[in-house]
Structures are given as C-alpha cells and as structure tokens.
C-alpha cells in the first residue's frame, strides 16, 4: 500500500477497534488463505497450529496486517456458500484475534452478512474484491461497521473473470469505477478506503503492466492504495 492521504490524517493513519496503524510508510500484509483450492497454499492451513505458525511467521518477517479469506477467487475458482464461508472464518478468526489481539486483521469477503460477522468477532478491515459491487448492501453495512475497506477492482466474476477481459482503456476504466464507488461509498458512511487496482482480476497481462505503469494516476483520487 502506498500512503497519499488527501483523505486521512497528517500520518496516514487507519484506525480500527482502538487501535492505530500508521502507513506514512509502505506496510505488510500477511496473506492467510483458509481454503483448499487457493492459487499456491490451498489446504495448507487448515489446522489451527499450522494457521497460527504461519501468522505469527508473517509478523516476524514484517507483517502488521494479516488478510484472512475463505473463499478463493482465483480464476475459475467453485462457488462457496456464505454457511460455508463462515464455518471456514469465523474459528480461524477467533483464534487469531485471542492470540494476537493487537495485530490488524483484514477479512476478504465480497459478502456483507460475513462482514457483519467478522467485525462482532473484532474483524479491523474489510477486503473486497468486488469494490461493493457483488452484494449491493456491503457499502450500507460498511458504513454502519464504521471500518475501513478496500474497494478493489475486478471485472466479471471469479468464475469468469479471465474470459478474454477486454477495456476501451484499461486505466480510464478503472479509475472511472474508483470514482464512482469512492462516491458511493462515502455516501453510506465509509470514511477510510484504500483501493486496489486488482492486478489479475479480469486482465490481461497487458491490462496489468498498463495499470503498474500508471499507478500514480490514481494518487489523483486522494486515497492510500
């Protein structure tokens, strides 16, 4: 993440829970799939000592936010049911959350009855893929939260998010729908935002070196992505 905060504090800070995590500086986070199909460690985390080795690896090697997800989004990727995605998250987080209370803990979901679910259980950030788009009461719920949240982009659904991806033109697009979700979401309460571009969510390689070499573009926007 990369701090340009004409809409955060002097310090560039997210604040969550009563707690504050500074990024005037670039930050870490740690990435915990409780899946059994995602991209490279699908199934590896299943059990509750190898989920907590693997977190407490991630601080040690510089990590301040862990991003817990349940459903895998990877390109073709099965559906899962929100039942589903709870039974896989709500543990995981509780056991996270007990044993390293001051850690920010970001939840990937797309869905806005798991955000609920992870923030009474001391959830700090939610992720999503869809930037408010899949789950047309994420934003109000957001708002209510009174979170912070990642608005990523993607095109299309996980299922069909690779097939043949095409833009007028790929930067202008995204913004263009970074604009508009910006809007909504402070339009629903949502005070701290950080976007996400979504390199390889429905882009081509193309699309995704044309983002990375017009990142600056989106300081425009005057939020932390």
Do not use: C, W
Request: without cysteine; aromatic residues 8%.
């Amino acid at each position: 993440m990369k701090a340009q905060g004409t809409n955060f504090d002097s310090e560039f800070n997210l604040t969550a829970n009563g707690k504050t995590l500074g990024l005037k500086k670039p930050v870490v986070m740690g990435i915990l799939n409780l899946t059994p199909d995602s991209f490279y460690d699908g199934g590896t985390l299943l059990a509750e000592k190898d989920l907590l080795a693997k977190a407490e690896k991630d601080i040690k090697d510089g990590a301040v936010i862990l991003d817990l997800g349940a459903v895998s989004t990877k390109p073709n990727a099965a559906e899962v049911s929100e039942e589903e995605e709870l039974t896989r998250l709500i543990p995981a987080l509780k056991l996270l959350r007990k044993k390293l209370p001051s850690v920010f803990i970001s939840i990937d979901t797309y869905r806005s009855q798991v955000a609920i679910a992870a923030a009474n259980e001391g959830a700090d950030i939610i992720n999503d893929i869809s930037g408010g788009t899949f789950d047309t009461n994420m934003l109000a719920i957001v708002g209510k939260l009174k979170l912070p949240y990642v608005i990523m982009h993607t095109q299309g659904t996980p299922q069909t998010m690779q097939q043949n991806p095409q833009y007028k033109n790929v930067v202008t697009d995204v913004f263009d729908f970074f604009t508009r979700q910006i809007k909504a979401a402070q339009q629903n309460g949502i005070e701290q935002l950080i976007l996400d571009v979504g390199f390889g969510f429905g882009k081509t390689l193309k699309h995704n070196y044309e983002l990375l070499a017009q990142l600056k573009k989106f300081e425009l926007l005057g939020f932390l992505y």
